[in-house]
């Protein structure tokens, strides 16, 4: 077996555009994954248009004037704006691709804003949206991106006009100065205030006397009334976010997205260079009329066999380690598990490996092999990224089972665990299964070689 | 060699009934018939790369060179690689001995680094050829050596098969190459060994070899 080994490996050597295209596409995929993931859509990149007059950007809250200014500022937080002075450009901006999308603020909208929190009518301000929609994808993802920043920038207002409201309660309950327009800064005494005040003259009264009843009954009501806004403020504060969020995994890991996209990545490139290497280098046994020559006494056919195996799961997994390395200068990847990489890689490869034997010994020719492997395994990587929920729990539960029948999926669940931790064992014993399954069909197949 | 009673079933179809015949040593015999007349299967049979559905063959896989038809060589390696590659697996001694011998006798010592598959279709037979005699066999199987060859390569092909010396089986189409460098012939013919003599006995003082091959198969139906 060791000199086939050299054979298959100075023949790999003697073809290099095969040789290149197994290295330079992992490290392709590699760099491009790791570019999209390192230059994600953290701040895209949205053209702003302030059609806002100078100097009318401000509005009152309260008798508090606010610039609608800050709350762009606070939007440029989270999106990367490229300003701009009108609507056509904005919109050219979107048109050429520089932009993922447009906001453009209209000129009437803090006229507009004034208008509502003031309790004045009209509808509130609109922010003008623009986006390119070349697919169905790109156009789910500005809008969530784009209505998720609106969200953000509304939330912020309305926890100021919020916070603006607690504070006049505030005072109506222990006193200060409200600012009103026109009339200037207003001292306002208070609810605490005013019960101290009433309680001060009660005692001054004659125990007999007539008024004493009804200040008791003034102090009283300002002491509840007192507590009772008091109370109020957390429930007003609450309005801002009614309700709030825990989350719990019952299923699976906490894996972050771009460390998940890693495992896809590689296992991906794990899948296409074990299998058309594996169904390749078998196949050409036979095309090569070597097989017969081979199989008569020289060399038995489970040897072949675990050869093939064996060649294109050492070189698959030494392509793909390359690529995780590669990726890890991008994303932060845990350098302590690289012995779990090994074994996740190791499983993968070889469950692939079987498979692609078994397509080999079908097909029988390279170019059939290559093709049935390539048709083969588009369908099971679709198949194996069906997430549970999002489909009829039967038709699930079918996907499920074709998908645990290939090596992608467990090879893809080792990897994932192997890169962000989690149950490594099990899927390794289930590649391990698929490896003798595939063996064994390939076993097969050889005696029509 | 012997053969006895070897028979090969594939189905319903016979391809081969209860074939037997001895061949001595430093004998060359040539196997000829029709299209499907079981030259191939027999072949194989004796080579140990198919096993037959009955009878048996006295000598073992490893005590045989195979020639199959094709030329069943890695393309992509050189001539001496391919040598030295089969003569390891065949668990040759002197590997580098062998090799060299190998490239004089099939005079290709000068074509040594040069890939297979840059070679001409004779000088691939050539080394089909090398690689069947690199375990020093005691039969050499050829099937069907000639049959992708120009005239040109035929000759000298089969002069360098004259000259190995070593008892030599072979399949063909070509029934003046089996009159002209077979010292006896069997005649197979829907699996049925029909004639086993020498190439005169069977033309039988008619001067032509290929038709009275013809006329002998009429007769028996074929």
Same mark, same amino acid.
């Given at each position: ?11 790999? *050597?003697?073809? #290099? ?7 330079? =596409? ?41 610039? @609608? ?54 509808? %509130? ?13 790109? *156009? ?24 603006? /409201? ?12 409200? #600012? ?122 489970? /040897? ?12 698959? +997994? ?6 995780? +390395?590669? !990726? ?10 690289? %012995? ?38 588009? %369908? ?6 069906? $997430?549970?929920?999002?489909?009829? %729990? ?37 590649? !391990? ?11 097969? /197949?050889?005696?029509?070689? | ?8 079933? =594939? ?49 073992? $896989? ?8 094709? $030329?069943?060589? =890695? ?54 050829? @090398? ?48 009159? *002209? ?42």
């Amino acid at each position: 077996m060791r000199w086939l080994l050299l054979k298959d490996l100075q023949i790999l *050597r003697r073809s #290099p555009l095969l040789v290149a295209l197994l290295v330079i =596409y992992p490290i392709v995929i590699a760099v491009l994954f790791g570019f999209a993931l390192s230059g994600g859509p953290d701040k895209p990149r949205v053209a702003f248009a302030n059609l806002v007059p100078p100097g009318e950007s401000e509005f009152d809250v309260g008798g508090r004037t606010l610039d @609608a200014a800050d709350y762009a500022d606070r939007l440029f937080e989270s999106i990367d704006p490229i300003r701009v002075d009108s609507r056509e450009e904005a919109i050219e901006k979107v048109r050429s691709g520089e932009a993922l999308g447009a906001l453009v603020l209209p000129a009437d909208a803090t006229e507009r804003l004034r208008s509502t929190l003031g309790l004045g009518g009209g509808g %509130p301000p609109t922010v003008e949206v623009y986006y390119n929609a070349e697919d169905p994808v790109k *156009r789910r993802f500005v809008e969530a991106t784009i209505e998720a920043r609106l969200a953000e920038a509304n939330t912020a207002l309305s926890e100021v006009v919020l916070r603006e /409201a607690a504070g006049y309660i505030d005072v109506i309950v222990r006193g200060g100065e409200i #600012p009103l327009p026109l009339v200037g800064a207003v001292q306002i005494l208070g609810l605490q205030r005013s019960q101290e005040i009433i309680d001060s003259i009660t005692e001054t009264l004659p125990r007999d006397s007539p008024d004493r009843a009804a200040l008791e009954q003034v102090s009283r009501f300002a002491e509840l009334a007192g507590e009772n806004l008091d109370i109020s403020q957390p429930i007003l504060a609450s309005i801002g976010s009614p309700v709030r969020v825990k989350q719990t995994v019952v299923n699976g890991s906490r894996t972050p997205l771009d460390a998940f996209a890693v495992a896809v990545a590689v296992t991906v490139s794990l899948m296409f260079v074990t299998l058309l290497l594996a169904a390749g280098l078998l196949a050409l046994e036979r095309e090569e009329q070597a097989f017969g020559r081979l199989v008569r006494g020289l060399v038995s056919r489970s /040897a072949l066999l675990t050869e093939k195996v064996v060649l294109s799961a050492l070189c698959a +997994v030494a392509v793909t380690l390359l690529m995780l +390395v590669g !990726l890890a200068a991008f994303v932060g990847l845990d350098w302590s598990r690289v %012995p779990a990489w090994l074994a996740a890689l190791a499983g993968g490869a070889l469950g692939f490996a079987a498979m692609g034997v078994a397509i080999g010994g079908l097909a029988r020719e390279v170019r059939v092999a290559s093709l049935l492997a390539l048709l083969l395994s588009l %369908p099971i990587v679709f198949l194996a990224l069906v $997430p549970s929920g999002s489909i009829d %729990p039967l038709l699930y539960d079918v996907i499920n089972v074709v998908s645990g029948a290939f090596p992608f999926k467990p090879s893809l669940r080792a990897l994932d665990a192997a890169i962000n931790g989690g149950e490594l064992l099990l899927p390794i014993v289930h590649l !391990l299964a698929l490896t003798a399954a595939f063996g064994a069909i390939a076993r097969a /197949a050889l005696r029509r070689f | 060699m012997r053969a006895d009673a070897v028979s090969k079933r =594939y189905g319903t179809r016979d391809a081969l009934r209860a074939v037997s015949f001895e061949v001595a040593a430093g004998e060359r015999v040539a196997v000829i018939g029709p299209n499907g007349a079981g030259k191939t299967t027999l072949l194989q049979i004796l080579a140990g790369a198919l096993p037959p559905t009955s009878g048996s063959v006295s000598l073992r $896989p490893e005590e045989v060179g195979w020639v199959p038809q094709q $030329p069943a060589l =890695y393309s992509k390696l050189s001539v001496a690689e391919n040598l030295r590659l089969f003569a390891r697996l065949e668990k040759v001694r002197d590997v580098d001995a062998v090799v060299d011998r190998m490239l004089d006798q099939t005079a290709l010592g000068d074509r040594a680094g040069d890939e297979v598959g840059k070679l001409s279709g004779g000088n691939r037979q050539r080394v089909n050829i @090398a690689i069947g005699l690199l375990g020093e066999p005691a039969v050499l199987l050829l099937d069907e050596p000639s049959a992708s060859l120009d005239p040109r390569q035929r000759e000298r092909l089969w002069e360098f098969i004259a000259a190995l010396g070593t008892t030599v089986v072979f399949s063909t189409h070509d029934v003046g190459e089996a009159e *002209r460098f077979a010292d006896r012939v069997l005649v197979l013919a829907d699996g049925e060994l029909l004639f086993t003599g020498a190439p005169e006995e069977l033309v039988r003082g008619d001067s032509d070899f290929e038709a009275a091959f013809v006329r002998f198969l009429h007769a028996r139906g074929h």
